[in-house]
């Protein structure tokens, strides 16, 4: 855990407000701006406001690399993608963040509606821990994701059509590692386990291992499983294939890019500060989204 300080700005980051959310964004701004704390929001949240009141207590922003100097707090409203963009915002303003459910599963966005005003009034109090999230980065050439190349979740080599599998030539520390014969190749931080990965057969491993989790998609040996590496370890890829172009992906940034670049991965230098409430825990999240104890037997 890392130290806290009182909230003094916070930023509410989401897409364009549903009408069901309408009340949800107003008791943050209502609560928040009670206790002096200064809001942001991005101007296309902001503009699909429908109360002119509420918008006279917030500073819109368009430039989040500008907006992130001032920011104290992150409140990210949506599902676990909207969380993964809020993320990236969070890591530069070096704030942490928090996220309110209105999505579907929940791993990262896992705080719901009802909790909403008792969460408020732990944030306002100090009433949380902070929790270190490793990052994963890329490094290529040419460098691809500019200043957004790291991810909380995973970073993705796939092939980009559905005929062949692509050939994933793969280096730990420089030493060869293997050639994965899949559809894909997966690399992800523990964060990022209960995501693509577990979908794929991959562990679930717990927040703080210091570990990466290469996991293949589809993998033509089926001898080939998911391998967990200690993630001071560089990584290094090089794909091969028919094809002249693979599908790459940090997170939900994703790019379509020529066979033969060399990928090299490795623990980003910063972290993100992930918010733990009272009441909440990594296992109870894994309880509760993968329904764990409800079999009549337990």
């Known amino acids: 855990m890392i130290s806290k300080e009182t909230i003094q700005s916070a930023a509410i980051y989401g897409k364009e407000i ?13 609560k928040l701006t009670a206790s002096n704390v200064n809001l942001f929001m991005h101007k296309t949240m902001y503009d699909s406001l429908t109360d002119a009141g509420f918008k006279e207590k917030i500073v819109p922003y368009q430039d989040e690399q500008n907006a992130a100097a001032n920011v104290q707090l992150i409140i990210s409203i949506g599902g676990d993608g909207t969380f993964l963009n809020a993320a990236k915002f969070a890591v530069r303003a070096s704030a942490p963040i928090i ?4 999505g579907r599963l929940g791993f990262l966005a896992r705080i719901s509606r009802i909790e909403l005003e008792a ?21 290529s050439e040419p460098q691809l994701f500019g200043n957004q190349n790291f991810a909380l979740n995973e970073f993705t080599v796939h092939k980009n ?6 050939t994933v030539k793969t280096k730990l520390d420089g030493e060869f590692l293997n050639s994965y014969w899949a559809d894909g190749l997966i690399i992800s931080t523990p964060t ?3 995501a693509y990965s577990m979908s794929c057969g991959g562990p679930i491993v717990m927040p703080g291992s210091n570990n990466f989790i290469i996991t293949p998609v589809a993998p033509h040996n089926l001898n080939v499983r998911p391998l967990v590496v200690p993630d001071q370890s560089e990584i290094e890829l090089t794909v091969e294939g028919r094809g002249k172009n693979c599908i790459v992906s940090l997170d939900s940034y994703i790019q379509t890019h020529d066979l033969q670049t060399v990928f090299k991965l490795r623990r980003h230098k910063k972290h993100l500060k992930f918010i733990v409430l009272p009441g909440h825990s990594h296992l109870k999240t894994l309880r509760n989204k993968l329904n764990w104890g409800l079999d009549q037997r337990n």
């Open 18 to 30: 549903e009408t069901d959310q309408n009340s949800l964004i107003h008791c943050i701004i209502k």
């Open 161 to 166: 059509d559905s005929s062949s599998m692509i």
């Open 192 to 194: 990022g386990s209960t």
């Open 99 to 102: 996220g309110l459910n209105t």
């Open 119 to 139: 969460v408020l009034n732990n944030l306002l109090s100090g009433n949380y821990d902070i929790e270190k999230r490793a990052l994963i980065e890329l490094d």
